[in-house]
């Protein structure tokens, strides 16, 4: 059963940083793209950053660009995503989801069940 | 960006009754389109993917149509379970979602 299990949320104060992990399990993790998307209290899904299988390509929404890095260690078959600079409106939950490629496109066909991140004073 | 409109905002719907979501793109994504089911304090599940093609283990009550612009996710009969917020996504460039549609019990 494939498996995705995020950690590293919490309560950061604005300007802060902070590392979000993501536990793979129960499929070839170094085949994969893998993706962040957030949702904010209340609000709709916002697609965050994009890494390929291999780690050599990243992706991000020009909301983070600059500010947050995506990664991932195959041999520990875990996800990353460094924040900083964050800012209020960074607040939200974030999920990590498996990419799945059809021809030349992909989709998020499996999420995991996401981590809080709340920036606050 | 693509911009992605879900119709209605919320929709009220009778259990055994037939629900029809609409999702329109500001410009077109092909068949490049998912639908989503997410309840709450849950991630999202992906039900729909290339606009009409159920995913793995998901019931044929629920449909996928359209193409280009305009997209529909019909649901036959409606179960308790499937009372939730949809959402629509487009992935023909990077990926956006529209807002959701609340299907709640009438």
């Known amino acids: 059963e494939v498996q995705l299990l995020e950690s590293g949320g919490g309560l950061v104060q604005p300007g802060g940083s902070l590392r979000l992990s993501c536990a793979a399990s129960?499929?070839?993790?170094?085949?994969?793209?893998m993706s962040w998307v957030r949702q904010a209290p209340g609000k709709g899904l916002e697609w965050v950053s994009a890494i390929s299988g291999s780690g050599g390509s990243t992706y991000y929404a020009d909301s983070v660009k600059g500010r947050f890095t995506i990664s991932r260690d195959n041999s520990k078959n875990t996800l990353y995503l460094q924040m900083n600079s964050l800012r209020a409106e960074d607040t939200a939950v974030y999920y990590c989801?498996?990419?799945?490629?059809?021809?030349?496109?992909?989709?998020?066909?499996?999420w995991g069940k996401g981590t809080t991140v709340t920036v606050s004073s | 960006e693509i911009v992605m409109t879900q119709s209605p905002a919320t929709l009220s719907v009778s259990p055994g009754e037939r629900a029809t979501l609409s999702c329109r793109a500001s410009?077109?994504?092909?068949?490049?389109l998912a639908w989503y089911q997410q309840k709450p304090g849950q991630a999202p599940r992906l039900l729909i993917y290339g606009a009409s093609t159920r995913a793995t283990g998901i019931p044929a009550r629920f449909s996928g149509s359209g193409s280009g612009t305009e997209f529909t996710l019909t649901i036959s009969s409606l179960q308790s379970e499937d009372f939730a917020v949809y959402y629509c996504?487009?992935?023909?460039?990077?990926?956006?979602f529209g807002q959701g549609t609340k299907l709640e019990i009438k």
């Open positions: 129960g499929f070839t993790f170094s085949s994969y793209a």
């Open positions: 410009q077109s994504v092909s068949s490049n």
């Open positions: 996504q487009q992935y023909n460039n990077w990926y956006t």
């Open positions: 989801a498996k990419d799945l490629l059809v021809g030349a496109v992909a989709f998020m066909d499996v």
